[in-house]
């Protein structure tokens, strides 16, 4: 025969001896795929650019003599170099992409790419908020038609489009209340929080002025009617309730609320964070609240980004509807739209409480969420809000055995389970199944909060995760509960597997590193 | 339905799992006259793909988009040539789609992002410290004068006239709630800042002067004797920047002392897009760090001694603080800060400053060439990329009619300022690197045709 | 000298007319590891009871209340550069604001050394 033997080997020896992998060192520090990436401080340069710029024109600087005369510092890269960063530091990123966000109110659906590819068309994107409005009707028809789908879905007569946030919108309702009331000649001190709420509900009431007092809660996880009726009188502006409540559970008694609030002279601030549960299929207008801001990226699908942009549109009552702020979009009988502005507002809205941004709002949030409720329409979104409580309520009874769940025999759930740490031994806590689940390839649930809950775990799968997603989710839960219920000592120094172990807050808060510094020697060799 | 994966299947067995034999079952907390029998009325069915898109881009359409004709329009907006890279960078998903990156052993991508950008904040605007960034401009700035509020304990804000409209509208809207006390005025047509105004304005009342550099007429402003004045009764400086670009050719406002600086980042990274989502940026001397809003990133180290980020400097905020808290903001600009970043990364110093210099010197050649016009003067002495002309008309009608005729002509000082009949004849140009020789012969000749 | 408890966990010292206050090794060791203290402006009038200072770990933020009447007249300096005080030292070294006692009959309101151990006890 002709015994060819040239080749590599296509296997591994069988014989060779392999170490642990946790002793190996690499020269560079990075693991394969794991790239770690420094700061641009420390690989780009002043003089090193990705742009290419034309020639500017040969006329002389009129600057006023303030021409910049110290350098600028900021350190710049090539086109590729650029590109290798930010894909780099993407990967250590964990994103709805990646996987199951489970985090209760967050609502991490799936973000379609149509979104962004309608947002990018020029049309909306490349317009400039000072335009002559002639030049701008199709943006304006869209804020319309997307405030009347707002309206429409939530059963209330008008919309503020322009607050930029979820906290942004929620300041906005409690503006809209304190001008309706201080127009009544009837101003109140004190609005009413249930101790379930988020943090940004109080910071919210406190920043307008008002004095916060807290609502129980009775043992069902439901605002204590009894309890708020006994404290409605004269002095209390209003309510700030969370339908469904922080705890995943829907308020049986929110329109009892509303009326008992209304009866005392009060107005209802709904807040609308956990509305996935709800959407296409209850109208929070039918349960009489006031206002009601509403997270776009939330409910409708725009991007959470890494933090922000959010869109806090905010739906009002007729009480409130004349207080609404500026600038706002309406639509003459013509079918021709206007901008109301400052100019225009004594005309027809002179109650308006102000304006509280610059221009008119998260256009770009505007485009996404418009496309997202165009692709599922009347139907889509009501099976969206059932299939969010269809699957926190598998994940629930699913996991109910083996993780303490305070509400669960009390009834259903809504789009969110609520769970605690009561079972775990050995010291653990909820921090560490959170950072347990990291190395199983989640992001963890929202964890303490409530408050209300010791050691809450919030867990809301949204409905874009198919059954598979949801079992493999579970799977991982409840292996990780178990060590937490055993006592598993590995749980403490979790997770093993990120790009970072635990990470030292206690040192960042106490000597705050908040920009670069050159180190020391690079610093005295430039003088 | 293409972005629900549960198929009635799937809906059976996990009903049977729960124990419930209907989805209504669920609801059943509802109350009965809150039910509704079906899809919400008066609204469409679901559609698909290319159905949506056509009804997008029917709206779109509808609109006199900035690229295709004539532009000139600034005043707190500007349109800049976004790098493709940039574009691309964040819509990766692992960017798009993250979340606040409050678990950092798997947000590290977004915490060294944002590490950069309150370092790059920080260096342009010459001051000690950024935040992971804020909703806007106009919120920043409101934000930085309850900030000074805190900071000095007494009520007064004093605002330049050559703040933006929005801006003090914002803030006087804020005010009739806190109770702060707003001093400002609207603009005069003069060469000259209204620094010397201000000067008289500053007394042991003053908790902050707020100023606009370059302001809204674009006229650039030495504020450091303002700076200096406000010291003296010990107030603070509040520096406001609606074009950062503009640092890449003029003094840092730290340089001169300012105490806070806030601005809208807009210009890099981030497109018009009809007003938002913008980017606040929010910058301050490090004495004062633990009484800035928003949120803060910050170095440290993991249990094996690794270099990491974190969210650091929490107590300050909502979800803590509750009451006290210095804000109620919850969400930063997540993403339109990861756009300026990475804008400004591809730029770099070198890059930024010769941005900066080819927007101003098109805008004076533009300037010159506009002011050559019979009926046409130019206010400024001095401007980076934005100028005011006061024609011998008044430019609210003309830029309506220049818009019908796809010539995007500027703000006229009548839309900000409708009140001020002696702003009536201003207009405010901007002129950027996206401006051509082309654009700028259209408005000349446009202008022409009406003071002709 | 003599040491008197709250049961919001404060120690105050008192000699003379001056008090010294800060908060006690069991509060420090519920509050986790400390990273800011905001101590009082000297000159501010306290009343027993008011809002005094904020001790804020990486999570939470601390009200510490004034345990008696007077006016300020020093703060602990070194909790600026040095929050881990108040962990290592807290009844020390750790001690936040001293001020001079406008109602000295206040302090028959407050608990012995020995009072404040049976009631951390009783927790």
Redesign the interface.
């Known amino acids: 025969m002709n015994m060819l033997t040239e080749g590599r080997p296509t296997k591994q020896d069988e014989n060779l001896a392999v170490p642990d992998q946790s002793a190996l060192k690499t020269h560079t520090g990075n693991r394969a795929l794991m790239v770690d990436e420094p700061l641009i401080f420390e690989t780009g340069s002043p003089d090193r650019s990705g742009v290419d710029l034309p020639e500017a024109p040969f006329v002389e600087s009129r600057l006023g003599g303030l021409d910049r005369d110290e350098p600028i510092s900021i350190p710049g890269l090539s086109e590729a170099e650029m590109v290798r960063h930010y894909t780099r530091l993407s990967r250590q990123n964990y994103a709805i992409d990646v996987g199951l966000f489970p985090l209760g109110s967050c609502t991490m659906k799936h973000n379609p790419r149509l979104n962004e590819k309608m947002a990018r068309l020029k049309g909306f994107s490349d317009i400039h908020p000072l335009q002559p409005v002639d030049s701008v009707q199709g943006a304006l028809g869209l804020i319309d038609e997307l405030a009347t789908w707002l309206k429409t879905l939530t059963g209330m007569p008008a919309v503020a489009m322009s607050p930029k946030a979820g906290a942004h919108g929620e300041l906005c309702g409690i503006l809209a209340i304190r001008s309706a009331l201080e127009a009544r000649g009837d101003a109140r001190e004190v609005i009413l929080v249930p101790e379930s709420a988020h943090g940004t509900n109080p910071a919210t009431a406190a920043f307008a002025g008002y004095k916060v007092e807290d609502i129980p809660a009775n043992a069902d996880g439901r605002v204590d009617l009894d309890a708020l009726k006994a404290r409605l009188g004269p002095d209390v502006a209003g309510v700030m309730i969370t339908n469904p409540n922080t705890c995943g559970l829907f308020e049986p008694d929110m329109k009892a609320i509303s009326d008992a609030v209304h009866n005392a002279g009060g107005l209802v601030y709904c807040d609308g964070a956990n509305f996935n549960a709800i959407v296409g299929r209850v109208r929070p207008g039918d349960l009489g609240i006031d206002a009601m801001h509403i997270n776009l990226h939330k409910t409708f699908s725009t991007p959470h980004g890494g933090g922000g942009p959010g869109s806090g549109p905010v739906v009002f009552s007729d009480a409130l509807a004349p207080f609404a702020p500026l600038p706002f979009v309406e639509k003459t009988e013509a079918g021709h739209f206007n901008l109301v502005e400052e100019e225009t507002a004594e005309d027809h809205h002179g109650d308006s409480f102000g304006r509280m941004v610059a221009f008119h709002g998260q256009m770009g949030m505007f485009t996404r969420a418009l496309t997202y409720m165009l692709s599922h329409g009347a139907d889509g979104l009501k099976q969206v809000s059932e299939d969010a409580v269809l699957n926190a309520n598998y994940v629930l009874r699913s996991l109910e055995d083996v993780l303490d769940a305070p509400f669960s025999k009390s009834g259903p759930c809504m789009h969110e389970a609520l769970f605690s740490d009561n079972r775990f031994t050995n010291g653990l806590t909820t921090l560490d199944l959170a950072k347990g689940l990291i190395d199983e390839g989640y992001h963890p649930m929202t964890m ?1 909060f409530p408050l209300v809950v010791h050691g809450a775990m919030l867990v809301e799968p949204t409905e874009t995760e198919s059954k598979a997603a949801i079992d493999q989710f579970i799977g991982a839960m409840r292996s990780v509960a178990e060590r937490a219920n055993a006592g598993d000592e590995m749980l403490k120094s979790a997770p093993h597997f990120a790009p970072r172990r635990r990470l030292d ?2 040192l ?3 000597k705050p590193i908040l920009v670069w510094q050159e180190p020391e020697e690079y610093a005295e060799a430039a003088e | 339905m293409r972005y629900l994966p549960l198929t009635p299947n799937d809906r059976q067995d996990m009903l049977a799992t729960i124990g419930a034999s209907s989805i209504d079952e669920l609801f059943v907390d509802v109350q009965e006259d809150a039910r509704l029998d079906g899809p919400i009325r008066d609204l469409p069915m679901h559609a698909g793909e290319m159905a949506v898109e056509a009804h997008m881009k029917k709206l779109a359409k509808n609109n006199s988009a900035a690229g295709d004709m004539p532009f000139f329009l600034g005043a707190g907006a500007y349109r800049h040539h976004v790098p493709a890279s940039v574009d691309h960078i964040i819509q990766r998903g692992e960017f798009l789609t993250a979340y606040t990156p409050y678990q950092p052993e798997i947000a590290q991508g977004t915490l060294q992002t944002l590490f950069e950008f309150q370092t790059q904040v920080a260096r342009l605007f010459g001051v000690d410290v950024a935040n992971a960034s804020m909703y806007d401009g106009s919120t920043a700035c409101w934000e930085a004068i309850v900030m000074a509020r805190r900071i000095t304990k007494r009520g007064k804000a004093v605002l330049s006239s050559g703040l933006h409209p929005h801006y003090v509208s914002v803030a006087k809207t804020m005010a009739r709630f806190t109770k702060d006390q707003l001093v400002s005025e609207a603009p005069t047509l003069e060469a000259a800042t209204d620094g010397a105004d201000l000067l008289d304005q500053i007394d042991d009342d003053t908790s902050c002067v707020v100023v606009q550099y370059p302001d809204i007429l674009g006229r650039i402003g030495d504020m450091s004797a303002l700076v200096e004045k406000a010291h003296s009764h010990k107030a603070l400086l509040i520096a406001v920047v609606t074009e950062p670009v503009a640092l890449g050719a003029i003094k840092s406002p730290g340089q001169m002392d300012a105490d806070i600086v806030v601005g809208e980042g807009q210009s890099l990274g981030v497109g018009l897009q009809f007003g938002g989502p913008y980017v606040g940026l929010f910058g301050c001397k490090q004495k004062y760090v ?1 009484q800035m809003p928003g949120r803060l990133c910050g170095e440290t180290v993991d249990s094996e001694g690794k270099r990491g980020f974190v969210l650091t400097l ?2 300050r905020e909502q979800h ?2 509750r009451e ?1 808290a210095t804000s109620n903001i919850c969400t930063n600009s997540g993403l339109c800060a990861l756009a300026f970043t990475a804008h400004m990364t591809l730029l770099g110093e070198k890059g930024l400053r010769e941005l900066a210099m080819l927007n101003h010197k098109k805008a004076v050649a533009a300037a010159d060439r506009l002011v050559s016009i019979q009926g046409v003067s130019l206010l400024n002495e001095s401007f980076f990329n934005e100028f005011t002309l006061v024609l011998d008309k008044d430019t609210r009608p003309i830029v309506r009619k220049l818009a019908d005729q796809k010539i995007l002509a500027g703000v006229s000082l009548g839309r900000l300022y409708p009140e001020e009949g002696a702003l009536a004849h201003g207009l405010i140009v901007a002129v950027t690197e996206t401006t051509s020789d082309e654009d700028v012969e259209a408005l000349a000749t446009a202008l022409e045709g009406e003071l002709a | 000298m003599s040491r008197y408890f709250t049961d919001e966990h404060e120690w105050v010292d008192v000699e003379g007319e001056t008090a010294t206050v800060g908060i006690t090794d069991y509060a420090q060791e519920q509050l986790g ?1 400390i ?2 203290v905001e101590t009082p402006e000297t000159g501010a009038e306290l009343s027993q009871g008011d809002d005094a200072a904020v001790v ?6 601390s009200d510490v209340y004034a345990a008696v009447s007077g006016t300020v007249v020093e703060v602990n300096d070194a909790l600026e550069d040095e ?2 005080l108040v962990n290592n030292s807290a009844e020390e070294d750790g001690w936040f604001f001293r001020l001079t006692l406008s109602d000295k009959s206040e302090l028959d309101d407050l608990m012995d050394e020995k009072a404040y151990k049976a009631f951390v006890d009783g927790l």
Do not use: C, L, N
Request: hydrophobic share 40%.
């Open positions: 303490y807050e206690t960042a808060a106490r | 633990r929490s107590t803590i603080r006290k | 590891d990273v800011f804020e770990s990486v999570k939470a933020a929050p881990a």
